[in-house]
């Protein structure tokens, strides 16, 4: 269909810029974290955190620093790396939804020969795809930095710990996009996508440290894919087909809210 791919192509085309510098920022963060390795493989990191409860290095991101699976987990799995590609899912959704609508910019493309919902799934994959690129990034830039510092990981958990964080970042945009979809606007479908993020984090890192909480962090999407530390322990498969499940769902709600609206003026 011609209309649908007049769509593919302009999203493409307007998020490729940000891909390319994100990407820019993902290899620098990845090259910053990597270098500190050394330091933690010569030290005596793990005798500092041996005492501490298992919880509560979790928590901080301080389990077995001294270990190559837990340095990459501790200082690039459990917190930095799913936050900002979060960030970059949620925004990214943003503009090609609610944003474009509360800026008058969606009656363009809705004149095409495509529906809402398919103009709107259109836009989400190629934001996904992106993604996925940047996953690809990553990927390549701990391919360069893992060898370089004799930093001795799996390097199938480590791409499959790469694979988990995007697919939780593309869970958080669904979460945006079915809060647009059913008429949110941007700000109040921002903090929605948000909120989302940081109580999944507090439900997976901080509750935890209550041992009565501890069962409360399986309903996390955060512990869904990245468990106990997905370089150390692997990716839990159960969870990456649920967060897979909750993607469908959460276009599929957000599809039917968006057919069962008028679309907001400018």
């Given at each position: ?204 890192s901080l509750l935890p440290l209550s041992e009565p909480l501890e069962p409360v962090e399986v309903v996390s999407p955060w512990y869904w894919l990245l468990g106990d530390g997905p370089v150390q322990h692997g990716v839990p498969i159960g969870g990456a087909v649920l967060a897979l499940v909750m993607v469908g769902v959460l276009l599929m709600v957000g599809n039917w809210g968006l057919t069962r609206r008028d679309i907001r003026p400018a």
């Open positions: 269909m011609i209309g649908g791919k007049e769509v593919v192509v302009h999203a493409h085309r307007r998020l490729r810029r940000g891909a390319l510098i994100w990407a820019g920022v993902l290899l620098a963060l990845i090259f910053s974290v990597m270098a500190a390795w050394p330091g933690f493989r010569d030290s005596e990191t793990g005798v500092l955190t041996d005492d501490l409860p298992t919880a509560v290095t979790r928590a901080f991101g301080l389990s077995d620093l001294g270990d190559p699976a837990g340095f990459l987990d501790s200082n690039l799995f459990s917190l930095v790396l799913p936050l900002l590609l979060i960030c970059v899912a949620v925004a990214w959704a943003n503009g090609l939804t609610a944003g474009d609508e509360d800026a008058g910019r969606l009656e363009v493309e809705l004149s095409l020969p495509v529906t809402r919902a398919g103009l709107m799934v259109r836009r989400f994959i190629v934001a996904a795809g992106w993604l996925v690129g940047l996953g690809v990034v990553v990927v390549l830039g701990l391919l360069v930095a893992m060898p370089a510092l004799d930093l001795d990981a799996s390097l199938a958990r480590t791409m499959g710990a790469t694979a988990a964080v995007v697919l939780l970042a593309i869970l958080h945009g669904a979460v945006y996009y079915c809060a647009a979809g059913l008429g949110a606007p941007r700000n109040q479908a921002l903090g929605i996508a948000g909120g989302v993020a940081g109580a999944g984090y507090v439900l997976r």
